[in-house]
């Protein structure tokens, strides 16, 4: 076996030691990243509902993601186009709030992603049923997804696919709100500090309230490392990461906020 970096074209030939006239080659071959976490509906990576989306969304990407067989889960109900011969979703999973209403929304991240779908679904993967389906918020204007339900069942949980148009990829936020859910207790961006961005190798927090863990992923949504903190200020050693960009995940009272750093 052969290992090659993710984004090497490579060329695959099989020789026949009988007949060297007679071998086989393939075409290019082409991984450019490996599949998100998320990458299949049994995955998903769960957000917590909040009161809007700017404080709900988190920082996802569909880069590296896997085409699905239609024959196990059917291509989107909306916004399909390009989906059945390559389409590249990733997963979510948000409960329900008791008000029963739920708005699931995608928007700008980096750029690198401009349009996407979204699918909601009640159920399990096994028998997933659509209750909610979204090309543009606004045709022309906005082509990320907005899904707002009404009439849900308190508690229960609901899956979210979010794909490319056309099979495009990228970063890109998507976050579950709604208004019932405002003055809930949310972590508070204001009195949140991290620095130095990029960092070289000691990523420094602080926050008014105590943080009790700090988690940090690939932009793929693979965990790199986790510590528990318990503290309001805290360093958090990223010198063993290779160059990139990650997500860190800084709990507080039941509150995450998610953040992108570079590490240089």
Do not use: W
């Given at each position: 076996m052969v290992s090659y970096a993710n984004n090497t074209?490579?060329?695959?030939?099989?020789?026949?030691?009988?007949?060297?006239?007679?071998?086989?080659?393939?075409?290019?071959?082409?991984?450019?990243?490996?599949?998100?976490?998320?990458?299949?509906?049994d995955a998903p990576i769960a957000v917590t509902a909040a009161g809007d989306f700017e404080t709900a969304a988190i920082v996802a990407s569909n880069v590296g993601a896997t085409h699905v067989d239609p024959s196990i889960i059917p291509a989107p109900s909306c916004a399909a186009n390009g989906f059945p011969a390559n389409g590249k979703d990733v997963w979510f999973s948000v409960v329900v709030p008791e008000s029963g209403t739920l708005t699931l929304e995608t928007g700008n991240d980096d750029g690198t992603?401009?349009?996407?779908?979204?699918?909601?679904?009640?159920?399990?993967c096994d028998a997933l049923t659509v209750i909610g389906c979204n090309d543009d918020i606004q045709i022309?204007?906005?082509?990320?997804?907005?899904?707002?339900?009404?009439?849900?069942t308190p508690g229960d949980t609901l899956l979210a696919r979010v794909y490319g148009y056309n099979t495009a990829v990228g970063s890109f936020r998507f976050g579950a709100y709604d208004a019932s859910l405002l003055g809930v207790s949310s972590f508070d961006g204001a009195t949140f500090k991290a620095y130095p961005n990029p960092v070289?190798?000691?990523?420094?927090?602080?926050?008014?309230?105590n943080i009790s863990n700090v988690e940090i992923f690939n932009i793929l949504g693979q965990q790199m490392t986790?510590?528990?903190?318990?503290?309001?200020?805290?360093?958090?050693?990223?010198s063993m990461l290779a160059a990139g960009t990650y997500l860190v995940k800084v709990t507080s009272d039941n509150q995450v906020k998610t953040i992108k750093v570079v590490k240089q």
């Open positions: 074209p490579v060329i695959i030939t099989i020789a026949n030691s009988a007949d060297s006239d007679c071998t086989l080659t393939s075409p290019v071959q082409n991984q450019v990243a490996c599949p998100p976490a998320n990458d299949s509906c992603m401009t349009d996407t779908g979204l699918e909601v679904f009640s159920g399990t022309f204007v906005d082509s990320f997804s907005r899904v707002a339900l009404t009439g849900l070289t190798n000691v990523l420094n927090l602080s926050y008014s309230k986790t510590k528990t903190i318990n503290a309001n200020q805290a360093q958090v050693d990223m």
